[in-house]
T-cell receptor
Framework: AQSVTQLDSQVPVFEEAPVELRCNYS??????LFWYVQYPNQGLQLLLK??????LVKGINGFEAEFNKSQTSFHLRKPSVHISDTAEYFC???????????FGAGTRLFVKA | DTGVSQDPRHKITKRGQNVTFRCDPI?????LYWYRQTLGQGPEFLTY????????KSRLLSDRFSAERPKGSFSTLEIQRTEQGDSAMYLC???????????????FGPGTRLLVL
């Protein structure tokens, strides 16, 4: 079984500042990792995913994440945030042989002018 | 590719009533998932179909919940005798089997927000 911990429930940041949203996971098997973004009253949109290969993954809207197997982490970063990045961000994991995606509780990113 | 659609987007009902939600996945996707999301939480897995077969059902899904995907295309989720605790956002997602990892890449619909009074 897998589990996901998002270490920060809320992250306030000023516009154009860098941001890192932290995610740690636990699993006894190899995993695939995902970050999704959810805007108010909407479904989840895939930001990026790690399946294999390079541990640095680039996604949409200027976000990137780095898979660190030894630290079981998959932190999300953006060098310069915009007001429009204000949303809820979810880290998710699924075992490579499975289908059930486990989501973290989410991190609310609030970008201030 | 028009994405995953869900209907209705919002539903208000009285306790004890039955409700049914519909999900239309991306057309070539053969896997379909239902999740429930409560305020301040991530989505929780409810059930999963591969084509028309329901292959897994979470313990969260009580006997009052039933899901179908009769022709391997759209799916319905029915809740009978609704309770206030059923109030949540119900999300549908779909994926395509194929390359390793791609089948786990799920594309989500906008959700149906249910409020039980």
């Amino acid at each position: 079984a897998q589990s996901v911990t998002q270490l920060d429930s809320q992250v306030p940041v000023f516009e154009e500042a860098p941001v890192e949203l932290r995610c740690n996971y636990s699993s006894s098997v190899s995993v695939y990792l995902f970050w999704y973004v959810q805007y108010p009253n909407q479904g989840l949109q895939l930001l990026l995913k790690y399946l294999s290969g390079s541990t640095l993954v680039k996604g949409i809207n200027g976000f990137e994440a780095e898979f660190n197997k030894s630290q079981t982490s998959f932190h999300l970063r953006k060098p310069s945030v915009h007001i429009s990045d204000t949303a809820e961000y979810f880290c998710a994991v699924v075992g490579t042989g499975g289908f059930k995606t486990i989501f973290g509780a989410g991190t609310r990113l609030f970008v201030k002018a | 590719d028009t994405g995953v659609s869900q209907d209705p987007r919002h539903k208000i009902t009285k306790r004890g009533q039955n409700v049914t939600f519909r999900c239309d996945p991306i057309s070539e996707h053969n896997r379909l998932y239902w999740y429930r999301q409560t305020l301040g939480q991530g989505p929780e897995f409810l059930t999963y179909f591969q084509n028309e077969a329901q292959l897994e059902k979470s313990r969260l899904l009580s006997d009052r919940f039933s899901a179908e995907r009769p022709k391997g295309s759209f799916s319905t989720l029915e809740i009978q005798r609704t309770e206030q605790g059923d109030s949540a956002m119900y999300l549908c997602a779909s994926s395509l089997t194929g390359l390793a990892g791609e089948k786990e890449t799920q594309y989500f619909g906008p959700g149906t927000r249910l409020l039980v009074l």
